[in-house]
């Protein structure tokens, strides 16, 4: 399967506790996306890198959560001192230099924080 | 933020039935609107459109985008129980998706 796949598929935790979440992109996608998604909503974005660069990040992303993306391929998002809030999956998608706006997501993280 | 707002937010037609989804926004300067299609995991894309009043169409499903109105609509035709789903529409702002709320459809044998 040559999919964006993310991993832990699931995960549940403590309250207080830190988390991260690792995303491998569509090879040769250049572009990876974070979003957030909770119950009976759409997705919300949270940040997105073209290569190593951080573009943007949303005012959803408090100073707990960090993304990174250091070589430009897989991506980490790491969530600091979870709360029970934080509990949503976790989207990640990717999109190639050309076409970059078909956006094409991954399996998702379902966090739970206890 | 403007919002992206879709219509019904659930519906339930029988197999066979043709089902109309909306999706209205409010900024008009955007590159892009998308469909996908989400069954319990990740959302699973379907059309882009960029241009309006032109139909995007694949198999029973089409999909047209009216700038000047500033909606979309997807269309499902001869609907089967495997085209249960929520249906989201998300415009494309400058690299990032603003997603509706979606509309989840169960289609009844």
């Known amino acids: 399967d040559t999919g964006v796949s993310q991993n832990p598929r699931h995960k549940i935790t403590k309250r207080g506790q830190n988390v991260t979440f690792r995303c491998d992109p569509i090879?040769?996608?250049?572009?990876l996306y974070w979003y957030r998604q909770t119950l009976g909503q759409g997705p919300e974005f949270l940040t997105y890198f073209q290569n190593e660069a951080q573009l943007e990040k949303s005012r959803l992303l408090s100073d707990r959560f960090s993304a990174e993306r250091p070589k430009g391929s897989f991506s980490t998002l790491e969530i600091q001192r979870t709360e029970q809030g934080d509990s949503a999956m976790y989207l990640c998608a990717s999109s190639p230099p050309t076409g970059w706006e078909t956006q094409y997501f991954g399996p998702g993280t379902r966090l739970l924080v206890l | 933020e403007d919002k992206v707002v879709q219509s019904p937010l659930s519906l339930v037609v029988h197999e066979g039935d043709t089902v109309t989804l909306n999706c209205s926004y409010e900024?008009?300067?955007?590159?892009?609107l998308l469909w996908y299609k989400q069954e319990k995991k990740a959302p699973t894309f379907l059309f882009m459109l960029?241009?309006?009043?032109i139909e995007k169409k694949s198999g029973r499903l089409s999909s047209i985008l009216d700038k000047k109105e500033l909606f979309s609509i997807l269309n499902i035709t001869a609907t089967q129980t495997g085209d249960s789903a929520v249906y989201l529409c998300?415009?494309?702002?400058?690299?990032?998706?603003?997603f509706g709320q979606g509309t989840e459809l169960s289609v009844k044998p």
């Open positions: 960029t241009s309006s009043g």
């Open positions: 900024v008009t300067n955007f590159r892009s």
């Open positions: 998300a415009r494309n702002q400058g690299g990032k998706l603003i």
């Open positions: 090879s040769e996608h250049n572009r």
